[in-house]
């Protein structure tokens, strides 16, 4: 299983980006898939997940993040609205199934002005 990562970049404080995560099989597959993200000096930390029914966001990006999932693309977009400074970080998609962890290569982040 790969999974790829994209559309990070720079954006103003306020801004928005979407990232997508490409899988090489069907994510439908999947017991569940999410974001998580590292900043330097930081633990990595999840920022979204769902399992197709159940959704779970990281308590501060709560009503400015939204994870969705589109099996027929096998894809995973976080879109992130409303960006903070702290919402700077390394973001990686991951994937579960049986037990088994995916990740993808991280997308950076840099929520600037």
């Known amino acids: 299983v790969q999974l790829q990562a994209s559309g990070g970049g720079l954006v103003q404080p306020g801004g928005s980006l979407r990232l997508s995560c490409a899988a090489s099989?069907?994510?439908?597959?999947?017991?569940?898939v999410g974001w998580y993200r590292q900043a330097p000096g930081k633990q990595r930390e999840l920022v979204a997940v769902?399992?197709?029914?159940?959704?779970n966001y990281l308590d501060s990006v709560k009503g400015r993040f939204t994870i969705s999932r589109d099996n027929a693309k096998n894809t995973v977009y976080l879109q992130m609205n409303s960006l903070k400074l702290e919402d700077t970080a390394v973001y990686y998609c991951?994937?579960?199934?049986?037990?088994?962890?995916?990740w993808g290569k991280g997308t950076q982040v840099t929520v600037s002005s």
């Open positions: 991951n994937a579960e199934r049986y037990g088994t962890n995916y």
């Open positions: 099989v069907g994510i439908w597959s999947m017991r569940t």
């Open positions: 769902t399992d197709g029914g159940n959704t």
